[in-house]
């Protein structure tokens, strides 16, 4: 029902992580009012354990089970107490139930309610009401004052990187030390004395280090960076296997088979694939929609994406260069890092199901009808960060730019 919501939901996941908070969803319906009933979505349920409030999971059916805790509501200038119900009720195999008492004074239906944890508690607020949300911005009231404390500092192991990059790479154009689109990466890497490899945690002590070209394209971007890169799950997926999704829906280039597309959750692309987040069975999934309906292709596992994200970027360093052509050979001039902490994981969900996130397939046929698979990309425009990665920070490194 978050596509309900009374207000856009990505803006206040954008405005929530500039903060670090990483909220979860819920939006009364009519009916749900009416009834004093919400279902408990799999991202409410998530949230709820992965903070250790509430396990669904573990706890029984029918009233004698219910559990009723102790919250706080935040409004504009107060924060008050309020009780939250959370339970399984007998029938609907138990779907989990979740209601907050008093919440006809508080909200009207379609409103997007807020919840985050915070100080060991759980805290929620209604985002539809202007004045409530926009009061984060005020240190002194009681949504700044929670989401300051959350905010977070630079770290020392991200000042001694930063450090390495003014010291080394932010002086001159420098030659790239090999050809193609890795060129890029694979010079930065040189010039900080980092090994290339194709693990799958982070570059330098934690931080991964992404660098990426200026778009003259795009004003005020750069390319779409590639998050993580994860194949789907074959097992469970009703094409199981890279030659069978190549081989009904690619196409003849340069006399070979291949599918190079890039997919989101808003519209289908020029094979009519696009991305479909289903809640109810925590899935990612790759459909083919036309007039005919929808035909599933590919699935991945939500869980298993937030934990490549988590994975990847713990904190990481998106390093923008300008390029120069000198005597043939591409040269680089990195200028700039898009600072990014922990993910917000929750986030992720949304983001795929609103175009934020997207896929890329990079899947050819080679010359013994093998299959050539450079991964399955998930990306992002940097100008999207904030709405996955809390507070993202920019610091220059070019010394055109930066003065001690």
């Known amino acids: 029902m978050i596509d309900k919501s009374d207000i856009s939901v990505s803006d206040v996941i954008a405005l929530l992580s500039n903060y670090k908070i990483a909220p979860a969803f819920l939006v009364p319906t009519i009916t749900g009012m009416e009834k004093s009933i919400m279902d408990a979505t799999s991202p409410i349920r998530n949230f709820l354990e992965e903070n250790k409030i509430h396990s669904y999971a573990s706890q029984g059916k029918g009233t004698e089970n219910k559990r009723t805790i102790e919250a706080f509501f935040i409004r504009k200038n107060e924060i008050s107490g309020v009780k939250v119900s959370l339970y399984r009720p007998e029938t609907k195999s138990g779907d989990p139930r979740i209601w907050i008492y008093g919440l006809s004074n508080l909200a009207v239906a379609y409103n997007l309610l807020v919840l985050f944890a915070a100080e060991g508690g759980l805290y929620i607020f209604n985002a539809s009401d202007k004045g409530v949300l926009t009061s984060i911005t005020n240190k002194t009231s ?99 296997k890279a030659i069978n999704v190549l081989k009904k829906y690619g196409y003849v280039k340069d006399s070979r088979l291949q599918l190079y597309c890039t997919l989101d959750g808003i519209k289908t692309n020029s094979q009519n694939l696009m991305l479909k987040v289903d809640e109810s069975a925590q899935l990612l999934k790759t459909i083919e929609k036309n007039s005919l309906g929808e035909t599933p292709v590919m699935f991945w596992a939500l869980q298993k994406l937030k934990e490549r994200l988590a994975e990847k970027h713990p904190e990481s360093f998106w390093v923008k260069a300008e390029t120069k052509i000198i005597s043939g050979k591409e040269h680089f001039r990195y200028y700039k890092v898009v600072h990014t902490t922990k993910p917000i994981l929750s986030n992720l969900d949304y983001l795929l199901g609103d175009g934020t996130v997207t896929l890329d397939l990079t899947i050819s046929q080679k010359t013994d009808n093998s299959v050539r698979d450079h991964g399955y990309l998930f990306k992002i425009w940097p100008e999207d960060f904030n709405s996955l990665f809390p507070t993202p920070l920019v610091h220059e490194i070019s010394s055109d730019n930066f003065h001690n």
């Open 142 to 240: 009681p949504l700044g004052k929670l989401a300051s404390q959350i905010s977070c500092e630079i770290s020392n192991t991200a000042n001694e990187l930063l450090y390495m990059l003014r010291d080394r790479a932010g002086s001159e154009f420098i030659p790239s030390v090999r050809y193609g689109d890795t060129g890029i990466g694979a010079t930065l890497e040189d010039l900080l004395g980092i090994k290339s490899n194709s693990r799958k945690t982070p570059d330098y002590k934690g931080i991964e280090i992404k660098a990426s070209r200026q778009d003259s394209k795009k004003i005020g971007s750069s390319n779409r960076v590639n998050l993580f890169s994860q194949v789907p799950d074959w097992k469970n997926s009703p094409l199981d």
